[in-house]
């Protein structure tokens, strides 16, 4: 490392970036990075319909009668509203959008191993997310985003139900051909001396979550079709009055959609690990550590989806044995927001909206952390199941942490992807509406759960009247504070000011090419003169003086 | 010796377009790689249908239903021998091409087509004389699902068989530098011939 603080030092700096016309993101490109951007904004699409619905999940629930939409509707809006949020909005943004266009950058590769393949996932998510929405045209489901049985397959809404199961079907291909895509990219596809210890974390949380994709989304396909089966054809696998068993169900749905919480997380992990050392400027705390912890949260991830089946008669020996699996997760999340805080310490803070947003992230995901440890010890998850403390839990997790770190990264990458800077203003703005929306709507609903009101109801007690109305308030700030992102990011990209190579003076191999990167991603091969975390090496010494 | 320096030019300029059009997708390695990752997920989603089964079997009060009539065992196992063996034979398909015998690559995969030919007739001939149908009851219904998925891995093997075979033979495609069709299609056809072993275990045996 004797060519330290080089950072733009490239085969292609200079090089004239890669002007995409705008039909281009229309076509069935087979570009990493067109792909990339193609799954982002069209999962940001289906976020803003998802927030849509959530809206009015929350008006409705700001009185405690039904008065707004009738119950049964209301039933299809939270249904509708988790499915697109999971299935449509953060495992393609995450996986699909961020993986896509990153991770070749990152290892030095001109595209992904199979660029066909990449544009075929893609493309079936549209035809899913068109499906789903669809279906409010037919009756949508409305047996929450679990589906379970018995009441998925006794319920009227026989074709609504069947085209969520269709549509899960495509985008669960997607992920799986996706993940086979990041496997063999990032074992095989590494640019000449870069081993696995020396890619950057981001690529690390890629390998982990293509892992969990490809061994567990199988799975839930295996149950859509025997679901499928029991719904359109009269089969009895989940249907205890044919002798069939629902419990079943639960095991084979949640073999799948607790990785899937992981799927979720694991690469925002990783964007945090690569926003938080440049713009703190130093070297990201643990590398090792990071980088296991994933992979162990992999392999864990894997051996605890009975917790949430704590009340559905699951014997005594096997509660245990879940829940200590379950709490064990909580050691490599520790490790991984121990190591974040210890690269913030002592850093030079530059306090810009992707580390705002990266600190969100820290603080909201650690509060989802902790109710996650309360909910992982079966006493209290028997007693609080399935009210609103459960809602609080994973939406500061899915929130505060997966929605969080995509800002995060969105802020950091944009003038990568682009070309052009996002308004500074207007993204600390996004950031106060977002994390003030935030804390006021899933806050109270801590209180909510203890108190004991249940979820997945369009009517309540009216005790819960005012808190209700404070996490309504709350939901109108959150999806108000979307209006300046999009402005923003729309706006800046036709008119934002032109983005440098390296505008945050980072190491990763992605900021030593053109914004936005030329095709095939360098001109010559690229070099790598540092290590990707290699920050502040002339304060080295005078470090380690201060720590002896 | 003028030829032989174009011949080295033309080569490396080949190369270096593959590598700038298509990243490394070429290369045969890593789309050997690739199927055997997705061929993992593959063996997952049987994986979750044979633990479902297996639960079903474990919960149930008696194991077939009462009622259920028996399952003659003489035509599947005559299929199981069928489909074990024509999974030595495409192994000589591999192996043949390795050494660029291309006629005998040919008759091997053939042979494995009629193989897996037969084992889908027989099949069908099996499930026309069965006594019960998909919705009799848990085990029927089971028993219809696994062979049935199983039964649309064999022929999505022979549509990879027969392409190969016909690409072979009207194109010339496959040589020994150049055959990953035929591994992939081998490989294919390994893990559909393993996956049956457990389902004939399963259902039949046990």
Known sequence: ?548 | MQGSIATTTTISEDTIHAHESTGHAEHPDLRVFGLIVFLISEGMLFFGLFAAYLTFRSVATSWPPEGTPELELLLPGINTIILVSSSFVIHQADSAIKENKVKAAQLWFLATFVMGAIFIAGQIYEYQHLEFGLTTNLFASTFYVLTGFHGLHVIIGLTLIASVLVRSLKAGHYSSTSHFGIEAASIYWHFVDIVWIILFLLLYIL
């Open chain 1, 1 to 548: 490392m004797t060519q330290t603080l080089t950072p733009t030092q490239s085969s292609s700096a200079g090089a004239e970036p890669q002007k995409t016309p705008w039909w281009e993101f229309f076509t069935f490109s087979v570009d990493h990075k067109v792909i990339g951007i193609q799954y982002l904004v069209t999962s940001f699409m289906f976020y803003l319909i998802g927030g849509a619905l959530a809206s009015a999940v929350r008006v409705e629930l700001a009185t405690p009668d039904s008065d707004l939409v009738d119950p049964a509707f209301y039933n299809s809006l939270f249904t509708m509203h988790g499915t697109v949020m999971i299935f449509l909005w953060i495992v393609p943004a995450v996986t699909g959008g961020f993986g896509n266009y990153l991770v070749p950058l990152m290892i030095g590769a001109r595209d992904m191993a199979f660029p066909k393949l990449n544009a075929i996932a893609f493309w079936l998510t549209i035809p899913a997310g068109l499906l789903l929405m669809g279906s409010f045209f037919v009756g949508p489901a409305s047996t929450g985003w679990t589906a379970y049985p018995p009441l998925s397959i006794l319920t009227d809404e026989h074709v609504g139900q069947a085209i969520w199961i269709l549509s899960i079907l495509l985008v669960g291909t997607s992920s799986i051909l996706a993940a086979v895509n990041f496997i063999v990219t990032i074992w095989s596809m590494r640019m000449k001396g870069m081993d696995l210890f020396s890619m950057p974390l981001f690529c690390w949380a890629m390998m982990a979550t293509s892992v969990l994709a490809l061994l567990a989304t199988p799975v839930l396909a295996g149950a859509m079709v025997l679901l499928g089966f029991d719904l359109l054809i009269g089969t009895n696998f989940f249907n205890p009055t044919g002798g069939g068993d629902p419990v079943v169900y639960q095991h084979l749905f949640w073999f799948y959609s607790h990785p899937a919480v992981y799927v979720m997380i694991l690469p925002v992990f990783g964007i945090i690990s690569e926003v938080i050392p440049p713009h703190s400027r130093k070297p990201i705390f643990g590398y090792k550590a990071i980088a296991y912890s994933s992979m162990m949260i992999c392999a864990l991830g894997l051996f605890v989806w009975a917790h949430h089946m704590f009340t559905s008669g699951t014997p005594d020996w096997l509660r245990v044995f879940f829940m200590v699996a379950t709490l064990l997760v909580a050691v490599p999340t520790g490790i991984k927001v121990f190591s974040w805080v210890a690269t913030l310490w002592g850093g030079k803070l530059r306090l810009d909206s992707p580390l705002l947003f990266a600190m969100g992230f820290i603080s909201t995901f650690l509060i989802g952390g902790l109710s996650g440890v309360m909910l992982g010890s079966a006493p209290v998850d028997i007693h609080v199941h399935d009210t609103y403390f459960v809602v609080a839990h994973f939406h500061y997790v899915l929130f505060g942490g997966s929605v969080f770190g995509i800002y995060a990264g969105l802020y950091h990458w944009f003038p990568k992807m682009t070309g052009r800077m996002l308004n500074e203003f207007w993204g600390k703005i996004h950031f106060v509406l977002t994390f003030i929306g935030m804390h006021l709507t899933f806050g109270p609903m801590h209180i909510l759960g203890l108190q004991g009101m249940p979820r997945r109801v369009a009517q309540y007690d009216p005790q819960f009247a005012p808190i209700n109305v404070i996490c309504t308030v709350g939901a109108l700030i959150l999806a108000f504070s979307t209006v300046p992102f999009v402005i923003n990011a729309v706006y800046s990209w036709f008119k934002g000011e032109q983005a440098p190579d390296n505008p945050w003076n980072a190491l990763t191999l992605e900021w030593t090419t053109s914004s936005p990167p030329i095709p095939h991603n360098w001109v010559g091969d690229p070099v790598l003169a540092t290590g990707p975390y290699d920050y502040g090496e002339e304060y080295k010494e005078d470090r380690q003086e201060a720590i002896a």
